[in-house]
């Protein structure tokens, strides 16, 4: 009897928790929701869009009514981490970033699982550095948020391996994880030594491996190196069109936005086509590729690749784009602001506000400014 009202507990407890991911938009959703996160309620936004005084508000104002919320707590670090990462950075706000990711994951939150990898990774803001706790947590994550969580773990292998100064016992978990056969490991350490000319060997040889293995990032790089003829390769399209095809089979979206690109241009061997770069152009924006979102914004803007003109969806990539920390959607967004284009009503006031915020952390942004006397 006992063990049956355990075991009824329990799954209630999984119901609750299941439950708690789910439910109505908050205002905290709209000002610092995720629009890559599974498990988000409503549109979401780009952490470099979050306000963060307004958002942090109204996460609190939306935890004290449901306190073990934890989507209302990830999207509390994300306004935290927008007020101390974005632009200049403040160690007590990343605390507070940290914390608040660690609550959400502690409740098997994925995207929390996801952004408290870095913490762990790096071993700041008050997180001891550890990185067999940030590759668990986003093995965790890869059940219901995979690319996230992959793409995650490719930004920390290879910012580790191309590290001025390397961090030793991130180096060692890297090497060992090339050692099992990972693929994503054996890209990152072919990295810094594609760097190096005398070190072209070793590049292909791991990249080679990690391609056999499903690194789609080794496949597009090897690609354009047997199509160039560089690295002591000879040259070789039907090889670098294979690989480019392999990549692109691949699940790695900014391989996709590399390839659309290619498509664009008619590069490395690839026929130009435009319809084939709106179709990879669209499948990594809709994974968030913030390079991917403005480049689908021009195809929109223009009407290329068989999509209609719309100015409208255009503006609202750029917008998502620009969110996301892409200097170049800032400038589209501010300047359709100041010229009252693709749906915006002219209001160059707010373009300079626009470009004030973003000038934080973008000298593009802090260029235009001064075009526009702001």
């Known amino acids: 009897m006992r063990s049956c009202r355990m075991i ?59 306190p073990n919320n934890p989507r209302l707590l990830f999207n509390l670090g994300r306004a935290h981490e927008a007020r101390g990462g974005v632009g200049s950075r403040s160690v007590d706000e990343m605390a507070r970033a940290g914390r608040s990711y660690k609550s959400a994951a502690d409740l098997n939150y994925a995207a929390a699982q996801v952004a408290l990898a870095t913490f762990y990774w790096r071993g700041e803001d008050s997180f001891q550095e550890d990185p067999r706790q940030a590759m668990l947590l986003l093995d965790k994550a890869t059940v219901s948020d995979a690319t996230e969580a992959r793409s995650q773990r490719r930004n920390l292998f290879g910012d580790t391996t191309l590290a001025t100064d390397p961090n030793e016992a991130q180096i060692r978990f890297v090497k060992e994880a ?54 002591g390769l000879s040259k070789n399209p039907e090889e670098s069109l294979r690989l ?58 223009e009407g290329k690749g068989g999509l209609p003109q719309d100015p409208r969806e255009a503006a609202l990539l750029y917008k998502l784009a620009a969110d996301q920390g892409n200097a170049d959607a800032v400038l589209a967004v501010a300047r359709d602001m100041a010229e009252g284009r693709e749906g915006y009503e002219m209001d160059r006031a707010k373009a300079i506000a626009f470009l004030k915020r973003a000038a934080r952390w973008s000298t593009e942004a802090k260029g235009e400014l001064m075009k526009m006397g702001g």
């Not at 490991?185 to 491996?209: C, F, K, M, N, T």
């Not at 990879?280 to 689908?296: C, E, P």
């Open 8 to 66: 009824i507990a329990g799954l209630f407890g999984l119901l609750m928790a299941g439950s708690a991911f789910a439910g109505q938009s908050t205002e905290c959703d709209r000002l610092a929701g995720s629009y890559t996160d599974p498990d988000g309620v409503g549109a979401g936004i780009g952490l470099y869009g979050i306000e963060p005084d307004e958002a942090i508000a109204a996460c609190e104002a939306a935890l004290a009514a449901d």
């Open 178 to 231: 090339a050692d099992k056969g990972d693929a994503d490991a054996l890209y990152a350490l072919g990295l810094p030594l594609s760097l190096d000319e005398g070190r072209q060997a070793d590049v292909i040889l791991l990249w080679h491996q990690a391609a056999a293995l499903g690194s789609a990032q080794a496949a597009f790089d090897l690609a354009r190196m047997y199509f160039r003829g560089t690295g």
């Open 244 to 301: 480019i095809l392999k990549a692109v089979a691949g699940n790695d979206p900014q391989t996709w936005d590399f390839a659309a690109k290619a498509y664009e241009r008619g590069s490395y061997g690839l026929p130009k086509d435009d319809k084939q770069a709106a179709r990879l152009f669209k499948q990594a924006s809709d994974k968030g590729n913030k390079y991917a979102q403005y480049d689908l914004g021009r195809f929109y803007e």
